[in-house]
Structures are given as structure tokens and as C-alpha cells.
């Protein structure tokens, strides 16, 4: 990337970072926000404990599965080995969305109530990920200096190399394609819409926000990144519970991971 590209990025994050600071100082933070505390939209998750863990079981058993197959299937092919590494590690998330159909399927439930009245999820999800800005940038940089402080070393995530080094487009299309519509649907899915939506009326709410995100965290495999994205798991399941739409959380994920992928290719974040 050029220069002048790279300081259109910048500029292009400072705004996103000044807008996301506005909205959060005017939903969450103001004086007005705090007094007027609003209710949860998002019903409870009327299921047996069995039931909940048949969900997590084929939701972990459908990506082992599907992961262990594409790797078998793509150990002969005569294919480039980013392309191999991609779609084995992408076929996680495919086998997750498969046992999350398995257990629509095998699984009786009563239909989930309605929300009330609320912003689009895509409204809300433009909002969630603009307030996720200016938190993420502070936890950023706190969890950057205690890893420093403590002598660890802050390694990116694998991804962002594959991103970074992409020289064929195609490629380039597929991983940002996955990372902006395959990967939200599955992880929201699964943290938000399953573990969170369980949690959050069993066990403390502090515990149902954190269990979640921590697991969202850790999934990630990357410590320099770890805390950012439980502070990101926490404001998803925050915004889930107020607007009761797990598309909401999507709109914002995605974006989110499209944002990343603008900084890699800008070069502000290799």
C-alpha cells in the first residue's frame, strides 16, 4: 500500500474512533444514558441442562468432523498451501453451523418469543461496533503494556499473515468473504446466541457475560489478542441483551472483522 493510502486509513479509524467514542459517551456512559437504564429484550433460553450440552457436543463434534475431513480430502490435492491451510481451518466453522442444524432438527424446542420493538439489527450493529472502537483501542493498549511489562512477547495472529502475504485475489476475496459472513454467523451463534443466551439466567451476570467471552478469547489461539477480544465477546453479549437480536451482534461482528482486515491491507496492523 501507498502512503497516502495508509493515511487515508488512518484517518478513515480516527473517525471511526471519534464517532464510536460519541456513541458510547451518549448510549452508555452520559448521565442521561445511566438514569434511564433500559430492559432486557432478550428472552431466556427455556432449555434442560441435556439439551445444552447436546448443543455445545454438536457443535464441537460438527467441526472436528468437517475440519478432519477437508484435511483428508486436501491432503492429496495439488493445491497451494495457504489455500490448504484456509480451507481446513475454515472448515471449523462449517461443521459448527452443521451441528447447530443437527440440533434444530433433533431437538424440540418451543419457538423463541418475539423482541420488542427495537432499532434494525443492522442500525444497532453499525452501533455496537462503533462503541466496540474506542473500548478496544484503551484494552489494546493496557493488555500491550502489561504483556511488555511482564517481559511476554506479542505475536500476531497467523491470520493476519495470510491476509498480509495474499498475492492472488481470489484468495484475498475467499478470506475476506469467510471472516465477514462465515465466521460471525458461527461465532455469534455459538458464544452469544448459545452460551451466553443459557448462562445469562443460571449463573451471575457477571460470570454469564465474562464465561462466554473468555471462551470467544481463548478460541482465538493468540495471546496479544486475547483481552481485546474478551472486552469485544462482553460488549456483543451486552448488545445482544439490550436489543434481544442476535443479528445485531452479527452486523457488528462482521464489520469488526472486515475493520481488521482494512488495517492489515493498509498496513497499519501488520
Not at 437504564?37 to 432449555?47: C, E, F, G
Not at 475440519?67 to 462449517?94: E, P, T, Y
Not at 486475547?226 to 460488549?235: D, E, K
Request: proline share 5%; aromatic share 10%; with cysteine.
Amino acid at each position: 500500500m501507498s502512503v497516502l493510502s495508509t493515511q487515508i486509513a488512518i484517518g478513515f479509524e480516527l473517525s471511526l474512533l471519534l464517532s464510536g467514542a460519541w456513541i458510547l459517551w451518549r448510549l452508555v456512559l452520559s448521565p442521561a444514558a445511566r438514569t434511564a437504564r433500559k430492559p432486557s429484550r432478550l428472552a431466556a433460553w427455556d432449555i434442560a441442562a441435556s439439551d445444552f450440552l447436546l448443543f455445545v457436543w454438536l457443535v464441537i463434534i460438527g467441526g472436528l468432523v468437517v475440519q478432519i475431513g477437508a484435511g483428508h480430502l486436501l491432503k492429496r490435492a495439488d493445491i497451494d498451501a495457504n489455500w490448504r491451510i484456509i480451507f481446513v481451518g475454515g472448515s471449523v466453522h462449517i461443521g459448527m453451523l452443521a451441528g447447530m442444524v443437527a440440533f434444530r432438527l433433533f431437538v424440540r424446542r418451543p419457538p423463541p418469543s418475539e423482541p420488542l420493538v427495537t432499532l434494525h439489527p443492522a442500525i444497532s450493529g453499525v452501533a455496537t461496533f462503533l462503541i466496540s472502537i474506542p473500548v478496544l483501542t484503551v484494552v489494546s493498549l493496557a493488555w500491550q503494556g502489561l504483556l511488555q511489562l511482564c517481559g511476554i512477547p506479542a505475536e500476531k495472529q497467523d491470520l493476519i499473515d495470510l491476509f498480509a502475504k495474499a498475492k492472488s485475489p481470489g484468495l484475498l476475496l475467499f478470506l475476506t468473504s469467510f471472516a465477514v459472513v462465515v465466521a460471525p454467523i458461527s461465532e455469534e451463534m455459538l458464544f452469544r446466541a448459545g452460551i451466553f443466551r443459557y448462562a445469562r439466567t443460571r449463573l451471575p451476570r457477571w460470570a454469564a457475560l465474562f464465561l462466554p467471552a473468555c471462551l470467544f478469547g481463548a478460541l482465538h489461539f493468540n495471546l496479544a489478542s486475547f483481552a481485546p477480544l474478551v472486552a469485544l465477546g462482553i460488549i456483543f453479549s451486552l448488545a445482544y441483551e439490550r436489543t434481544g437480536r442476535i443479528g445485531t451482534t452479527m452486523v457488528a461482528h462482521a464489520l469488526f472483522n472486515l475493520n481488521t482486515v482494512v488495517l492489515i491491507l493498509s498496513g497499519i496492523d501488520r
